[in-house]
C-alpha cells in the first residue's frame, strides 16, 4: 500500500508561482513513475505531467514551459513547481503513483487526496 500526501495549494494571483508537493511511502519509491493530474469544477480530471523512475519528464501542452516536475528519492517527495500561472489553472490537483515503473500514459495505482489551486485574474 502506498499513501500520498499532496500539499503547497492555496490561491495565487495570475502569474504567480506555486510549489506543489507530494509526500509518498514505499520502500521502492524510487522505481515508481510518479504522475500529476488536476480536476476543474465540472470538468474531466486531466493529466498534466509525469516524471518516472529514470528522471523523463512528460508534460501537457497546457502547461509545457510553466510546469516542472522533480523529485527527490531520499525525502520519497515529488514536486510540481508551476510558474506563471493562469485562471484556467484552477483545480484540484491530484499526484498518483504508477509502482510498476510503467510509462507515463499507464494507469496509476495509487492517489493522493488532492490539494486546491485557486489563481485569480
Known amino acids: 500500500q502506498v499513501q500520498l500526501v499532496e500539499s503547497g495549494g492555496g490561491l495565487v494571483q495570475a502569474g504567480g508561482s506555486l510549489r506543489l508537493s507530494c509526500a509518498a511511502s514505499?520502500?521502492?519509491?524510487?522505481?515508481?513513475?510518479m504522475g500529476w493530474f488536476r480536476q476543474a469544477p465540472g470538468k474531466e480530471r486531466e493529466w498534466v505531467g509525469s516524471m518516472n523512475w529514470n528522471g523523463n519528464t512528460y508534460y501537457a501542452d497546457s502547461v509545457k514551459g510553466r510546469f516542472t516536475i522533480s523529485r527527490d528519492n531520499a525525502k520519497i517527495t515529488v514536486y510540481l513547481q508551476m510558474n506563471r500561472l493562469k485562471p484556467e489553472d484552477t483545480a484540484v490537483y491530484y499526484c498518483a503513483a504508477n509502482t510498476a515503473g510503467g510509462a507515463y500514459y499507464t494507469p496509476y495505482d495509487f492517489w493522493g487526496q488532492g490539494t486546491q489551486v485557486t489563481v485569480s485574474s
Open positions: 514505499g520502500r521502492t519509491f524510487s522505481s515508481y513513475t
